[in-house]
């Protein structure tokens, strides 16, 4: 074997961006790539009830011994209750099994892998666009990875017909991955009325939903944004669930999230839980602790939990009126072009609709920086920086 026969890959085209933006000496310049929490000064504090639940486990920590593939049992009942809700029939039957994970990615790798091990023939159907990881992610696990039609790029809209024509199609032996909210790339979710659809076609179709919710909490609220999940979770009898303390509780670099298996029955999840834990001491062996110690430390306490959800509710605003900022000013400044679909959109990111040249240009003139496809993270826009984004749009139009 030699590694000089290697060809180079390029650069994540997210993760790329952040390396280009920190290089930039421009005092303008404006990061709207990573899917990452930023206030108005431009910075990502840690929330205030982390910090709180970060003290309360260094005075009460005792061991750093092994934590075992699951992770910790308390996390994994706390998140658990938090995406399916604390009443939901399958919590209540003990149908769910939830491993912590590194990060939502580890949660979606795990889930590459059990399924793999359910079914190495099964294809995964995901949005088209859909984040841009999870295409390379489900095929490195050895998964054929399809697309069904999503967002309708020219109307701003939602191809909701053709996204169940599609799925229709779908064989019971496939996977279907859902956005649960705050759709990445789009911002465009499926109403509650679309939800009732799609759980109904995966019952009837016998297809396995895998749903990625990366960011509950900042559409319209913790309970709001799990109506998909748990509508789903209530209508068909095997279910994945991926989730990410990422964003929601502001612990990126602590690399900690969920993967949740639905089974038929206890009997059920107790085999697919074998499954999972033999899938996940075979990537890592078992996640690191500390971010799921601060979550769990939150959860656990009435007052810290009501902390993080005021705090939740700070980003969340802000990400909306940003939203309704950036459109108002471009309107402001007399661009013809209707941006007013950015505004009815939910979550970290919008496909701002202009081209890949436009990308290119509004970068190297303006050191604007946003992915190729003209996603835009909104919490990098902010009342300092709102003008200015506004006119180097208005300017490469
Ligand atoms: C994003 O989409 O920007 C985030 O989910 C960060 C990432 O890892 O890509």
């Given at each position: 074997m030699k590694f000089d026969s290697l060809s180079p890959m390029p650069a994540d085209p997210i993760l790329g961006l952040m390396t280009q933006y920190r290089q930039d000496?421009?005092?303008q310049k404006i990061d709207l790539g990573v899917g990452v929490y930023k206030d108005e000064a431009g910075n990502t504090p840690i929330l205030a009830c982390v910090k709180a639940a970060e003290q309360h486990r260094i005075d009460t920590e005792e061991t750093k011994v092994y934590i075992g593939p699951t992770g910790s049992a308390d996390f994994n009942s706390l998140i658990s209750e938090l995406c399916f809700g604390i009443t939901h029939q399958v919590i209540e039957q003990n149908r769910v099994r939830t491993v912590s994970t590194p990060g939502g990615t580890g949660a979606l790798r795990v889930a590459a892998d059990f399924i793999k091990r359910v079914n190495p023939n099964a294809v995964i159907w995901v949005s088209d666009p859909t984040w841009a990881n999870h295409t390379g992610l489900f095929e490195a696990a050895g998964i054929t990875v399809k697309t069904y039609p999503y967002y309708d790029h020219e109307n701003k809209t939602l191809k909701f017909e053709e996204m169940l024509a599609c799925l229709e199609q779908v064989s019971s032996d496939d996977v279907v991955l859902l956005h649960a909210c705050c759709h990445n790339p789009s911002g465009m979710d499926l109403t509650q009325a679309q939800w009732d659809q799609i759980a109904v076609l995966a019952k009837d179709k016998g297809f396995t939903p895998l749903i990625d919710?990366?960011?509950?909490?900042?559409?319209?609220g913790v309970d709001a944004d799990a109506y998909g999940v748990r509508k789903v979770a209530d209508t068909v009898s095997n279910l994945i669930l991926c989730s990410s303390c990422s964003k929601n509780f502001g612990l990126y670099r602590e690399r900690i999230g969920a993967c949740s298996i639905v089974g038929k029955d206890a009997n059920a999840a107790d085999i697919a839980f074998s499954v999972l834990l033999y899938v996940v001491r075979c990537i890592y062996s078992m996640p690191p602790a500390h971010g799921a110690a601060i979550v769990e430390t939150i959860l656990a306490s009435q007052e810290l939990k009501q902390q993080w959800l005021d705090e939740l509710a700070v980003m969340r605003n802000r990400i909306n009126g940003n939203r309704q900022m950036l459109v108002d000013q471009l309107k402001a400044l007399g661009v013809k072009r209707d941006f007013s679909f950015i505004s009815n959109q939910k979550g970290m990111f919008s496909f701002l609709g202009i081209t890949p040249d436009q990308v290119a240009e509004i970068q190297t003139k303006h050191s604007v920086y946003m992915v190729d496809s003209s996603?835009?993270?909104?919490?990098?826009?902010g009342e300092g920086n709102v003008e200015y984004l506004a006119k180097s749009i208005a300017d490469i139009l």
């Open positions: 000496s421009h005092p919710m990366a960011y509950q909490g900042f559409g319209d996603r835009i993270s909104i919490a990098g826009i």
